[in-house]
């Protein structure tokens, strides 16, 4: 599992949704569907209409993997931080009920705004538990 109290920042570069389905398609539930997938150096993240999923790449080969499962009715709060002026790389945090916060960072040209919207659309309407 990714160890997300680490304070590690994921710097995610956005990958087509295909290839992230190539990775959790065979996980998926039904009426679950991917809507961005992102990359780090190893590891992957996908963002589904009901959870995040975290793919941490282990070994030298990378064959072996963990998958972490975070659905949206665990988040309390969420937030963005836009680009500045200077930097392209926009920010997301979501706090998770029992784990506390996990950090995004976006690199490079990317639309957090509208983002942001379909992550509270999800958040917002996922049943509490």
Excluded: C
């Excluded at 065979?26 to 992102?38: K, Q, T």
């Amino acid at each position: 599992m990714l160890d997300f109290n680490s304070n590690l920042v994921f710097k995610l570069k956005e990958i087509p949704a295909q290839e992230g389905m190539q990775l959790v398609g065979g996980m998926l539930i039904d009426g679950e569907s991917i809507f961005a997938s992102f990359k780090t150096v190893r590891d992957h993240v996908i963002f589904t209409n009901h959870r995040v999923i975290a793919i941490n790449v282990e070994g030298i080969t990378g064959k072996k993997r963990d998958y972490t499962s975070l659905p949206y009715a665990k988040i309390q709060a969420f937030s963005v931080l836009t680009a500045s002026l200077l930097g392209l790389d926009t920010q997301m945090d979501l706090w998770f009920m029992g784990m506390g916060l996990v950090h995004f960072e976006f690199s490079g040209k990317f639309d957090i705004a509208s983002f942001n919207k379909l992550i509270a659309n999800y958040i917002l309407e996922a049943p509490i538990r």
